[in-house]
Nanobody
Framework: QVQLVESGGGLVQPGGSLRLSCAAS????????IGWYRQAPGKQRELVAS???????NYADSVKGRFTISRDNAKNTVYLQMNSLKSEDTAVYYC???????????????WGQGTQVTVSS
């Protein structure tokens, strides 16, 4: 089994910064794409940012220039540096990863439990 554990959420004022972390553990042979989604109250879950195994990144238009995603393959960890936060960034942020649990197995998709980010004065 694979677990994704997020950390780093919290309350921050508009214009502030937060850094989210997501550590993958368990049966992991390799990780392909890993990234962050978010879901605000009453809205659908949306992609925030992702990074694949060759470090190609993808960002939602709403966060380009403000958020930076990075990954540490040695630690099976992905980070999301969020700067210039706005009230509309308030949401539960979920980690998502495509993991190959063992050599020769197909990739499987996993979700973390989520971490709350609240941007408010």
């Amino acid at each position: 089994q694979v677990q994704l554990v997020e950390s780093g959420g919290g309350l921050v004022q508009p214009g502030g910064s937060l850094r989210l972390s997501c550590a993958a553990s368990g049966s992991i042979f390799s990780i392909n794409a890993i990234g962050w989604y978010r879901q605000a109250p009453g809205k659908q879950r949306e992609l925030v940012a992702s990074v694949n195994s060759v470090m190609i990144t993808n960002y939602a238009d709403s966060v380009k220039g403000r958020f930076t995603i990075s990954r540490d393959n040695a630690k099976n960890t992905v980070y999301l540096q969020m700067n210039s936060l706005k009230s509309e960034d308030t949401a539960v942020y979920y980690c998502n990863a495509d993991v190959r649990p063992r050599a020769g197995w197909s990739y499987r998709n996993y979700w973390g439990q989520g971490t709350q980010v609240t941007v408010s004065s």
